[in-house]
């Protein structure tokens, strides 16, 4: 697999079911080591620079893990903590309380930031999943199925937050089932079938006319338009 996705883009990463998708995100991660080649982000090798490239990302797994007997706000500060950011600002930065409260607020949390996570609904785990991996101000988000379960109110503000990361120049690289989101959203999409890239580009570059990216996706993975798994 050879992929270069640049600043300013959210780039779509669509597949079935087992055709790697989960590992690839793991592997630019820095979850798995890849069994060759190397991994570059915002310009460091992830395997020679582990650390000063891991803090210029922000990873939101497929299961993220929560520490639900902690409020919101704890969370946040433990997440923050973690990342060695501190009270004194820097940079124009905000210290971190401030980081905390801006994080709450722009994932429309605030009035709930000290209630325990147990009590939140699973939209508002999503929520809080997304601000801990943007409080550290990462160039890059990667994300794995993050529209699972969410109402349409979640989505269109989940959809609002990776477009507007995308304007301030940073890059969302997204792995979702869901086309429509990908269609919606997506400045590039990708599919992969078997661990590798298919087909890359715009939409305008990879659909035909005519067509429609559901029946490029099915075509591509050999499915049928009913049969196709886990695709929405």
């Known amino acids: 697999m050879d992929l ?10 669509l597949g079935l079911n087992g055709a ?15 069994t060759s080649g190397t991994i570059e982000i915002d310009g460091l090798d992830l ?11 922000g990873f939101i797994p497929d299961r993220p893990y929560l520490y639900d007997k902690l409020t919101a706000r704890e969370f946040l500060r433990f997440i923050g903590e973690m990342y060695g950011m501190d009270e004194r600002p820097t940079n124009g930065t905000p210290g ?11 994932q ?3 009035e709930f930031a000290d209630q325990l996570i147990e009590s939140y609904s699973h939209g508002m785990k999503q929520r809080i999943t997304l601000a801990s991996a943007l409080l550290h101000d990462p160039r890059l988000l990667i994300v ?16 609002a937050t990776f477009r507007r990361l995308a304007e301030e120049g940073r890059t969302v690289f997204l ?11 997506c400045d590039r999409i990708a599919i ?28 591509i993975t050999g499915t049928e338009s009913g049969d196709a798994e886990g695709v929405a």
């Not at 395997?47 to 990302?57: E, N, S, T, Y």
Request: aromatic share 2%.
């Open 4 to 13: 270069d996705v640049e600043p300013g883009e959210v780039f779509g990463f």
């Open 20 to 34: 790697g998708k989960t590992t690839t995100l793991r592997m630019l991660g820095g979850v798995l080591p890849p």
């Open 47 to 57: 395997a020679k620079h582990p650390v000063h490239a891991r803090q210029r990302l």
């Open 96 to 106: 971190l309380t401030a980081r905390v409260q801006m994080a709450l607020d722009e």
């Open 108 to 110: 429309h949390l605030g």
């Open 144 to 159: 794995d199925e993050p529209m699972v379960g969410l109402d349409p109110r979640g989505t269109r503000q989940i959809k």
């Open 175 to 185: 792995s979702t089932h869901t086309l429509a989101v990908a269609a919606e959203v």
């Open 192 to 219: 992969i079938h078997h661990g590798r890239i298919q087909v890359i580009g715009t939409q305008a570059e990879i659909v035909p006319a005519g067509r429609t990216l559901e029946e490029l996706f099915l075509e």
